[in-house]
C-alpha cells in the first residue's frame, strides 16, 4: 500500500479518472492480485484436485470484500461514509450478469463431462475475458452512462410522480 496507493493517485490524476473507476479497475486488480496468484498456483502448477481452491477463493473473496470489507470499513471510519448508489448498481449489475454467465458455463458442462465434470472450454474462458473488457470500457464511459441513466429513467419518473401529485395527468 506504500506505493500503490500514491502511484494510483497519480495516474488517476493524470488521466482524469473518476475514483468510482479507479477503484472498479486499478484498484480492485492491485487488491485482487493475491487471489489471482493463487488461481494460476492452483490451475498450473499444484495437482488438479487443487483447482477448485483457485476458483473458491475468487468467488470466495468477492463474498467477503462486498460483506467484511464494506462493514469494517464503515465501522471504522472516523466519519461518516458518504455512498453513492451509482457504483453499487452498476458494479452490482455486473457482477451479477458475470456470475450468473459463470454459472451457465459450469451448468453446461464440456464436452466430456464424464472425465471433465465441471469444467469450462477455453472459448467460454476467452468469452469471460472479453466480458471483462466490455467492463472497463464500459468504466471509460461512466460519466456518461451515469447521466443517461439518471436523466432518462430517474428524471422521468420524478417527473411523473410530481405530474400525479399536483393532480395532472392521472
Not at 498450473?44 to 464494506?70: C, H, K, R
Not at 467460454?124 to 473488457?133: A, T
Request: proline fraction near 4%; charge should be neutral; include cysteine.
Amino acid at each position: 500500500d506504500e506505493f500503490f496507493v500514491p502511484a494510483l493517485e497519480v495516474i488517476v490524476e493524470r488521466f482524469g479518472i473518476d475514483d468510482d473507476v479507479a477503484g472498479a479497475t486499478f484498484m480492485a486488480a492491485g487488491g485482487s492480485a493475491p487471489e489471482l496468484a493463487t488461481a494460476l498456483i492452483s490451475t498450473f502448477i499444484a495437482p488438479p484436485s487443487a483447482s477448485d481452491t483457485g476458483f473458491g477463493t475468487i468467488v470466495g473473496s468477492a463474498v467477503f470484500n462486498v460483506l467484511f470489507v464494506i462493514g469494517a470499513c464503515a465501522i471504522f471510519s472516523k466519519g461518516v461514509l458518504e455512498l453513492s448508489w451509482w457504483p453499487l448498481f452498476r458494479d452490482s449489475t455486473c457482477y451479477m450478469i458475470g456470475l450468473a454467465i459463470l454459472a451457465l458455463f459450469f451448468g453446461t458442462g464440456s464436452h466430456d463431462a464424464t472425465k471433465y465434470p465441471a469444467s469450462m472450454e477455453w472459448y467460454e474462458c476467452v468469452i469471460l475475458l472479453i466480458l471483462y473488457g466490455l467492463y472497463v470500457l464500459l468504466m471509460k464511459y461512466n460519466r456518461w452512462l451515469h447521466y443517461a441513466i439518471v436523466k432518462k429513467w430517474l428524471s422521468g419518473k420524478k417527473k411523473k410522480k410530481k405530474l400525479q401529485t399536483s393532480g395532472g395527468g392521472g
